[in-house]
């Protein structure tokens, strides 16, 4: 391969060296288990055999009783998750970058890093540290809302029904805003300062300049980042499975498609792991992200003008 | 036009609002951590105020000391960690150079497939990992994890170091071959240097979801002497939930090494994130 000529060799294959190694990791333990975990959704173990029976795990989910029940509360809780990052955790994380974007602020690094520490923490410390800190054995909570007279308000919220999932729901968003609050922050700063002069001449300044010049030039970013933050909650488990354990509790109010996945695939208490309907919320959940991902591209990014300076 | 963008009533705006976000991120992580310091009693008495000659404490540490094998936790995340990461930097840039540098048939096909991964996470196929790591005799080994992290670090580390290797200098390239060096020498002595910033950013994107995640380790490998230091710290607490201490000396454990890194290279990670943008 020492010729300068690449172009004339027959085969190069010095291509081949260099897209091996990633190629066949990839291959073997990314792709191939995707299509094998959904070929084992069209499988039912009967007598220690796998027998083929095409749609009849997904109808089990979908409508058996003791089944889609909690299905359904999955999805649905799931769901919530997902509504809950999207008006809390995207519109905090724009508001802190527009105001670290602002020229000549200072100790702007300081307020990146200190804001973006949650976001390096495991879910275990997020998760059981918050249920700490929530804990209405540990007085950290009541004594806070205490201190400014708001005591009445608090309530022991991880372990309530219907407020478990929303505080969950906000312990996430607490700990990654620091992501669309750099990638937004990332994309403020490539806009030309000839644009944001060209804007004050005509004295558009302060929040109008925000709202008329900045924000249509981020929609792209705000998209990539929407589309982010779906696949990451329809395919959350740790921070649910660290605060709530397993069961999802309080009465499976913070089950989602994650930890139900988990307990059919592994079994919990009485109840014996099965690897084909595992398979088969596995499957549901990889359509879910797909068709998310597909929307995000096919809808959602081919209306977004793009801008090159 | 400065008088326009900096008003002080806007400064002071600004700098209230950010200064309420870091103390609303930063207290949570706080607590936990002074509070570890504590005895039992300062805990549930005052868990605001600082530790004082009276109420300081390493009681906690003690039992985690005696109790938990973190010292091996910390091995096992270590290795696990380091090893993925580097895989995940050398192959990926590898096929990146692949994908930026030579025309061939299929190059944007692959671009694509390899891209697949940013958007479907690899968790999906676990059912079908674990029979493969069954069937293969790498369950409760490290293996198994270093694999399948390489597998899910590979898609964003090649998609981004292709866009950064587009970047790299054609002729400087061509020197190199006219200067008669195989393609192999121009990959690792002149464009990989070239790309050093933006593998940092990849190795930072990399490490976290690595050292942070539960579900593999969980899963893959739970036996005692594979476990990682967030699944230890989570089966610990799991253990020793009602002694506070303990668990509050795990946490401020399992945080400090994740933070005095993050601290260390933070700033490189926001050059890098922004690095796209400042170019």
Redesign the interface.
Known sequence: ??T?Q?EKHPV?W??A???A???I??T??????????L??SFFRQIDREAVFVGLDNFRTLLLDPRWSASFWNALGNNMWFFVVHMLVQNP?GI??AA??S??????A?F???????????????VG???K??LSP????AP??LDAVGLKVLFAPWLGKEEYALTTLSLISV?QF?GIPM??I???L??IPDEII?AA?CDGI??MSQFWKVKLPLILPSIGIIS?LTF?ANF?A??LI??AQGALAGPNFATDIL?TF?YRT??GFQLQIGD?NM??TI??I??LI??AG?CFYLFVIQRRLRRYQF | ?AT???SPA??VA??A??IA??I???F??L??VVNSLKTRNA??RS??SLPDEETFSLVGYQTVWAQGDFILYFQNSLIVTVASLA?VL???A??A???SE?R?RGNTL?GLY?A??I???????????L??MVASGLVNTLTALI??Y???G??LA?FILTEFMQQVSKDLKDAG??D?L???RI?FRLVLPLVRPAMATVGVFTM?PI?????FPL?LAPAEDTKTV?LG??VF?GQFVTN?NA??AA?SL??LP??VL??AF??Q??RG??A???K
């Not at chain 1, 307020?111 to 410390?125: E, Q």
């Not at chain 2, 050292?211 to 579900?215: A, H, K, Q, R, T």
């Open positions: 391969m020492s300068p690449t190069r010095h291509i060296v260099f897209l190694p990633a190629v990791v990839y073997t333990i990314m792709i191939l288990p995707l299509f094998g975990t070929q084992l905090i508001l802190l105001i670290l602002s020229p000549r602020l200072r100790l690094a307020y990146r890093t200190a804001i973006f520490i949650p976001t390096i923490l495991s879910f275990v410390i059981f540290g918050w700490l800190i054995i540990w007085g950290v004594s806070l607490w805003v750099m990638l922050y990332a994309a700063l490539t002069e004050e300044t302060g589309v696949v395919n488990f740790d499975y660290s994650g996945l695939f592994f690897p595992g398979s596995a499957s959940m990889f992200i797909l991902v | 036009m326009t963008r900096h806007r400064s600004a700098h609002i950010l976000y870091t609303i991120a930063l949570p992580v607590v936990i805990i549930f868990p605001l895989c050398l192959f990926g590898m096929a150079f692949a994908l030579y061939f692959m390899l697949l991964g958007m479907i996470p690899i968790r999906l196929g676990t059912v079908a990992i029979q493969l694999l399948v390489t597998a899910q590979l898609p090649v071959r006219i008669g195989s393609e192999y990959f976290i050292w942070n995640d539960l579900w899963i967030t710290a989570q607490i506070w668990v509050l946490l399992a945080i994740v933070l993050y601290i933070s700033r990670l926001i994130i922004t796209g943008a400042v």
